[in-house]
């Protein structure tokens, strides 16, 4: 085979898929990502068995054909080349070392065998719908900060999708929990959706398919059945297996009547947070909050470091609920107020008990965040 390719438009799809192959495997064949030119266009593909991710690149060939190189080092060199330079591809025959000349660089990439490279098929997947790509980040970003990553409990392990409500109240939504705290977002329910099964996206699959998402108006085909899913975005198609469990019934953990009411702006919460969890160096650190009329204080206590404090009064923080004392892990609320627009809402009901908190700006997205002692 004989190809050229440029360099920008190749990074950007070894961008995109280079980070589904394994690195570190057993199995050698999906440290590597199949170059497949057939003339027209390059397919660039990786997997990792459990999702698999194809790019099509416009690109010139003297000689169609197919071989497999290993990803991460591929991605390395082609980033490294100038902006502007063309890439040359050459391969004598199916065995011998993929050729790659820039200019006056010039490199050997020894293969694998195009016949070991896994093909993972997606099977018959009934429910189809679109997605702006805006509205699908949001739901990403939003809440994949609750994922959890503990493999004892895989079926937290991703992003629960599916379609809430009965007729004209149907919302679809996002929710990712790890136990410790909770997101849930929601948007319309775009045509096509209204029957699809809930299902949990892999940490990982979203982790890749965000890598996706930068442009607004580009819109995502969304196609899946309860095993796989898949996603389309302009020029690459992302094939996934779905997380085998059942997510938990997380409605049951969103409190309804928490009657003590903080606003607060989002840029003096963040801030003092993290000037009063700056004391200590341990991440599961508490931050006490101790609330009165229009007033309240962080602070955190290091055996080690010492102590920090800080108050905050009415130009930042409207409460009129009865004085109260509640504390959190410092990481989890400042990945909640991270969420937050400007203005956030705190719903509490005691010192033991979930905080319900809401963005002022953002009424589709709900956070739950679970207290520790202080």
């Not at 660089?105 to 702006?132: C, W």
């Not at 937050?340 to 956070?367: M, N, R, W």
Request: aromatic letters at 6%; glycine letters at 6%.
């Amino acid at each position: 085979m004989k190809f050229k390719a440029d360099r920008a438009t190749l990074q950007r799809a070894l961008a995109h898929i280079h980070g589904v192959a394994e690195k570190r495997n057993t199995i050698p064949i999906l440290a590597n990502v199949l170059l497949a030119h057939d003339g027209r266009a390059l397919q660039l593909t990786a997997t990792d068995m459990e999702i698999a991710v194809v790019e099509e690149i416009p690109s010139e060939a003297e000689q169609a054909g197919r071989t497999t190189v290993p990803a991460a080092v591929l991605f390395e060199i082609v980033r490294k080349l100038p902006g502007d330079v063309s890439i040359e591809f050459e391969q004598v025959d199916g065995e011998a070392p993929l050729k790659l000349r820039a200019g006056n660089y010039e490199t050997s990439l020894n293969v694998l065998p195009v016949d070991d490279f896994p093909a993972m098929v997606a099977g018959e997947l009934p429910h189809s719908f679109q997605l702006p790509a805006n509205v699908l980040r949001s739901l990403i970003d939003r809440t994949k900060f609750a994922m959890s990553n503990e493999e004892t409990r895989y079926y937290l392990n991703g992003i629960y999708l599916h379609v809430a409500g009965e007729g004209a109240e149907q919302r679809l939504r996002a929710v990712a929990t790890d136990g410790h705290r909770l997101a849930r977002v929601e948007a319309d329910v775009p045509p096509g959706a209204e029957d699809m099964p809930g299902v949990i996206i892999p940490r990982k699959t979203v982790a890749e398919l965000r890598k996706l998402l930068d442009e607004d108006n580009v819109p995502v085909e969304i196609s899946l059945s309860e095993t796989r899913i898949q996603f389309r975005v302009g020029s690459v198609l992302l094939t996934s297996k779905l997380v085998d469990g059942t997510f938990p019934e997380y409605e049951r953990v969103i409190p309804r009547n928490n009657g003590r009411i903080m606003r607060i702006a989002k840029q003096d919460m963040a801030a003092a947070v993290g000037r009063v969890a700056a004391i200590s160096q341990e991440r599961s650190r508490p931050v006490k909050l101790a609330l009165a009329n229009n007033h309240l204080t962080l602070s955190a206590n290091s055996p080690d470091q010492g102590v920090a404090q800080e108050e905050l009064g009415e130009n930042s923080v409207s409460y009129d609920g009865e004085p109260m004392e509640i504390g959190f892990q410092a990481r989890y609320l400042t990945d909640i107020t991270d969420q937050i627009e400007a203005e956030a809402e705190f719903a509490f009901a005691d010192s033991a008990a979930p905080t319900l908190i809401h963005d002022t700006q953002a009424p589709a997205a709900v956070y739950v965040l679970m207290p520790i002692r202080v």
